[in-house]
Structure formats: C-alpha cells, structure tokens
C-alpha cells in the first residue's frame, strides 16, 4: 500500500521557498546544515538552506548539492527535545533526488522510531537557530529503510513570514462549463472552484490535486490507481483513499473521515470523475476544522 508521507515535505519546502522570494535568506559562514546517510556524509549547499518559524510550526530544510533533500517539521516554536515516533507532531523526511517522483522516506512512518530532534537554541535578535538530529526513516511503498546519523544545523537562519498576496493579483472566478475538467465544492458552506487542477499517477496511485496558486488554498486526493466506480470511505492522505484540505500556505486540514463516489473511470482517455464529503481537522494537532461537502470533479490524469 503506497502512502503519501510527503505532505509535511512539500508544504515545508513551499513555505521555505516562498519566503526566499519575498526577502533572500541571508546564510552566514558559520551556518550548515549536515548529516550521516546511511554511513555517507551529506551536507546542504548554503543556497538551499534555511528555516521558517509559521503558524506554531518548525520546519528546517536542506538541498545537497546531488539533489537529496532532508526536511524536518515540528509543531513547535521553542527549543527542546522532539522524539521521532508514529504521528503527525513530530515528522522528519529524506528524498533521494528532489527532481524525481520517488515518494519520500519519513520519521512517522516507523511506530517505534527511537530518533529525535532536538533544537538548543533559538535566537529571534539573529534570527538563526541551531540543533541536532538523528533517527531512520522508511519509504512506504517498498519498505525501504534509511538510518540518519550526527545530524546537526548550526546558526541556520530562519523567516517567520510567508509570502504576503499582492492586492493588484485577485482571483479569477472559475466558469465550469459542462464537459470541462474541474473541481468544486462548498467549503463551510462556500463554494469554492479550482482554479488550477492537476491529475497524475506514481507508482500504484492516483492524485487530485486543485489549488489556487495565489492564495495556496487546495484541495487534495490519493487513491489507488486501480479505483473503479462506486463509494469508498475516505479518510487522510496516509490512508488507502485520502483527502485534504489547506486553507493557505501553512494551515493544513487532514481528512478525518468522508466519502467518495467514483462515477466514472476511464483508463483509455485516463479521464475520472466523481462525488466527494469530508470533515477535516488541522494536521500536526491543531484546533482548525473545515467541512467539505457537495464536491465534485472531471479531471484528466
């Protein structure tokens, strides 16, 4: 069963990228950020090196100058110890090659993952904070297991802001025609049309993803790629038939439960279609809920 444990990873990483186009990071000499992977020393190149503080959320991120990445995100804005076990709190995730469509190895993909995270200091007159890591991390689709030693990050600098929505860029409301690919839905009790949708395929699953690219709001899907027509229950998006929600840049909503009905599948012109409902809460154990109810989509994979 494939599982997209990546979903901290790309959000991490959006929100990391965001503030470097909206004020550069500035990295100073005495800034890395380095590891053991699996018995090989890596070590991100200083352009690609930084952190944000968002929303009561952590994340410190890292590009290696062969394309690997580490990502950790914790829910959290303090200095302390952060274990790496089973759950959505505490998350620490490797890719191989950033430019491949390999799913990512995770922390919370091991229930008894010995690992941890801890941040020694955190200094706001600097903005710059330092740590330590270590822990395995597991690739769900193959089972893959990958052991990170001596990690560390030292005077790392990290934004607190995300990229703010120029007034003169609002969005453009979405016509949907019939026969046209789309997807919408009332969100408590708004509707809401996509402005952008994706549909794409990775190994043995199937993803939906709409978004607005200005506000970052989105709705998102996994199912098995074998799905064929009639009603699933869904759930969040570590799940067989998975769903979420984001309500912006830095808030992520998790299906918690939902249905989903599969009104056509067909594979020749690879086009789906369907109905969707979920109850959502706030990923990483938040307060945040939203209901999505009334959804409907036609997309093309």
């Given at each position: 069963?494939?599982?997209?444990?990546?979903?901290?990873?790309?959000?991490?990483?959006?929100?990391?990228?965001?503030?470097?186009?909206?004020e550069p990071i500035i990295v100073t000499k005495t800034a890395s950020l380095s590891a053991v992977i699996n018995g090989l020393n890596w070590t991100a190149n200083n352009a690609t090196m930084g952190a944000t503080i968002?929303?009561?959320?952590?994340?410190?991120?890292?590009?290696?100058?062969?394309?690997?990445?580490?990502?950790?995100?914790?829910?959290?804005?303090?200095?302390g110890t952060f274990p790496l076990s089973d759950g959505y709190s505490y998350v620490m995730a490797y890719v191989e090659d950033q430019n491949s469509n390999d799913p990512a190895y995770t922390s919370n993909a091991i229930a008894t993952n010995v690992g941890r995270v801890v941040i020694t200091e955190i200094d706001k007159k600097k903005s710059v904070m330092s740590g330590r890591f270590n822990g395995d991390v597991l690739r769900s689709n193959d089972n893959e297991r990958i052991e990170i030693t001596n990690g560390q990050f030292i005077d790392i600098p990290f934004t607190t802001e995300v990229v703010?929505?120029?007034?003169?860029?609002?969005?453009?409301?979405?016509?949907?025609?019939?026969?046209?690919?789309?997807?919408?839905?009332?969100?408590?009790?708004?509707?809401?049309?996509?402005?952008?949708?994706?549909?794409?395929?990775?190994?043995?699953?199937?993803?939906?993803m709409a978004i607005n690219a200005i506000t970052y709001e989105s709705i998102t899907f996994s199912f098995p790629m074998s799905i064929t027509k009639g009603n699933f229950q869904m759930g969040d998006l570590f799940t067989d038939y998975g769903a979420?929600?984001?309500?912006?840049?830095?808030?992520?909503?998790?299906?918690?439960?939902?249905?989903?009905e599969i009104t056509e599948h067909d594979t020749e012109k690879k086009e789906l279609a369907g109905t969707f409902s979920f109850e959502a809460k706030e990923f990483g154990g938040g307060t945040k809920t939203a209901s999505v109810q009334n959804g409907s989509f036609r997309v093309q994979y």
């Open positions: 069963m494939s599982k997209y444990h990546f979903i901290y990873l790309l959000a991490g990483l959006l929100s990391f990228s965001a503030c470097k186009e909206e968002i929303d009561g959320v952590t994340n410190i991120s890292g590009i290696s100058a062969d394309n690997q990445v580490i990502t950790i995100t914790l829910n959290t804005t303090t200095p703010p929505v120029e007034e003169e860029e609002e969005e453009t409301e979405v016509e949907v025609e019939e026969g046209e690919f789309f997807l919408k839905a009332e969100i408590d009790g708004n509707l809401w049309k996509a402005p952008s949708l994706t549909g794409a395929t990775l190994n043995d699953d199937l993803s939906i979420q929600y984001n309500m912006d840049q830095s808030t992520y909503l998790m299906a918690e439960s939902g249905t989903l």
